[in-house]
């Protein structure tokens, strides 16, 4: 059984170890269950943590590299940007990095091929079953916000690759949960954008010369939020291939533009 509402609680007894940026371990090593179905997770605390205090929670989704169940692959990319100084004593939050299993997504998708055989397009389904990755990250967010450590009015999200498809379809889904979203170099179901378009404060990220995921989704997804009149912002690196990530993770004004949002 699966105690997370006392997981945050035994977690102040690691809360005041220091950090480097290598050091990797102060990610606490979880993993939620439900009907025989698990999502390994890794949580960092905030620095400094306060019982008394509610903190915001940033939910960090990983590419497509990193599924499997080592319940560390996912920090590859990310884990330690969240831990330098500038970061974790100016924007102090709880910090997820779930695990996608191989073989599955964070997004129900379709690819559609040619004749070929060859991938031509993907299309993003929002109105069948979640895929069980994007499910059990659904209800692990539920169980940890009845915990009364996250300010539910301050849970952000983002992700890359397969990540920021996932970002797209979470936003898309449950627009009333996340207060901003930071997708990096993802795709989805443009049509559909007017579920999340003025509830959801959202800034897109992409590298002009990807080979892997066209930064034609993203640029999409900027003129489609542009004519809705949300409130959006796009980034495209120029030249720059599939690893916008490592753009984004020192882009200086990512983390002042996220915590400045909050539902209402």
């Known amino acids: 059984m699966h105690y997370l509402k006392f ?29 025989g179905d ?20 940033i939910v960090f989704l990983h590419g497509a590299g990193e599924r499997g169940v080592d319940n560390n692959a996912q920090l590859l990319h990310g884990g330690d940007m969240f831990l330098r100084d500038s970061i974790r004593q100016n924007y102090p939050a709880f910090v997820l990095f779930p695990q996608c299993p191989g073989n599955e997504t964070w997004a129900p998708m379709k ?29 692990l967010l539920d169980s940890l916000l009845t915990t009364g450590k996250i300010d539910t009015r301050r849970v952000y999200i983002g992700g890359l690759s397969l990540g920021g498809m996932g970002t797209f379809y979470m936003i898309s889904m449950h627009p009333k949960l996340f207060a901003a979203a930071f997708p990096i170099c ?8 007017d579920r999340f378009a003025k509830k959801v404060p959202i800034w897109i990220f992409h590298g002009g010369d990807d080979k892997i995921v066209p930064v034609e989704s993203s640029r999409a997804y900027d003129a489609k939020l542009k004519a809705l009149g949300a409130e959006e912002k796009y980034t495209e690196y120029p030249g720059v291939g599939h690893n916008s990530w490592d753009n984004v993770f020192v882009e200086p004004g990512l983390m002042p533009w996220l915590f400045q949002h909050a539902k209402k």
């Open 111 to 139: 690819m559609v091929r040619d004749s070929t055989g060859k991938v031509i397009r993907a299309d993003f389904p929002l109105n069948g079953d979640a895929t069980p990755p994007a499910a059990l990250l659904t209800k």
């Open 186 to 193: 993802g795709a989805g179901n443009v049509a559909e954008a």
């Open 38 to 57: 698990v999502l390994h997770y890794r949580l960092l605390l905030p620095a400094n943590y306060d019982i008394q205090k509610k903190y915001p929670l």
């Open 7 to 35: 997981f945050i609680l035994s977690c102040l007894l690691i809360a005041g170890v220091g950090a480097s940026a290598q050091d990797l371990s102060v990610y606490s090593n979880e993993a939620f269950s439900r009907k």
